[in-house]
T-cell receptor
Framework: QKEVEQNSGPLSVPEGAIASLNCTYS??????FFWYRQYSGKSPELIMFIYSNGDKEDGRFTAQLNKASQYVSLLIRDSQPSDSATYLCAVNPASGGSYIPTFGRGTSLIVHP | EAGVAQSPRYKIIEKRQSVAFWCNPISGHATLYWYQQILGQGPKLLIQFQNNGVVDDSQLPKDRFSAERLKGVDSTLKIQPAKLEDSAVYLC??????????????FGPGTRLTVL
């Protein structure tokens, strides 16, 4: 059973702070990792993906991957109230040459003014 | 570029009735996914198509759910008969291909199903 674990939250941070969202996964063969944002009542939308160990930065967002620890995180700098949403971690374990996505349950982030 | 289209957006049925959802992916996207998202949970993959072939349907309750993508473009997901626990949002997503690790998925607006 391939699992992706996230703390459901909510994670509450003040405006301007750094929000740190974490995700662990069980399949060591996983090769790519995605963070999606989902506003209430809306569909998920991709924020960023990462597949190499280390950090990847895109604007206020930084994804961090540690394959040895089977851990991926998302940092949001200078958090804004508009960042309030559920953040979904998705992992692509490889299975017979295909990539079957598995999502975590998501972490609810609340950024308060 | 048009996004992933889904219909209907909302559906209310009684248990034991049947229901069908339709999805039209982004033009040129070979891979199509159907997810079930229950309130408070992450999307659960039901079935993944590559063109008109099934890549994975291990989590599809095959006694009541079926899906097809006959011409490798649009797809339908059917539930027959529906149960109360099928109440959820059904999301369709598409990506360029599934044989690459960084295959970004684009999601449709979803169909919210309520089973009474």
């Amino acid at each position: 059973q391939k699992e992706v674990e996230q703390n459901s939250g909510p994670l509450s941070v003040p405006e301007g702070a750094i929000a740190s969202l974490n995700c662990t996964y069980s399949d060591r063969g996983s090769q790519s990792f995605f963070w999606y944002r989902q506003y209430s009542g809306k569909s998920p939308e991709l924020i960023m993906f990462i597949y190499s160990n280390g950090d990847k930065e895109d604007g206020r967002f930084t994804a961090q991957l540690n394959k040895a620890s089977q851990y991926v995180s998302l940092l949001i700098r200078d958090s804004q109230p508009s960042d309030s949403a559920t953040y979904l971690c998705a992992v692509n374990p490889a299975s017979g040459g295909s990539y079957i996505p598995t999502f975590g349950r998501g972490t609810s982030l609340i950024v308060h003014p | 570029e048009a996004g992933v289209a889904q219909s209907p957006r909302y559906k209310i049925i009684e248990k034991r009735q049947s229901v069908a959802f339709w999805c039209n992916p982004i033009s040129g996207h070979a891979t199509l996914y159907w997810y079930q998202q229950i309130l408070g949970q992450g999307p659960k993959l039901l079935i993944q198509f590559q063109n008109n072939g099934v890549v994975d349907d291990s989590q599809l309750p095959k006694d009541r759910f079926s899906a097809e993508r006959l011409k490798g473009v649009d797809s339908t997901l059917k539930i027959q008969p529906a149960k109360l626990e099928d109440s959820a949002v059904y999301l369709c997503a598409s990506s360029l291909g599934q044989a690459v690790p960084n295959n970004e998925q684009f999601f449709g607006p979803g169909t919210r199903l309520t089973v009474l």
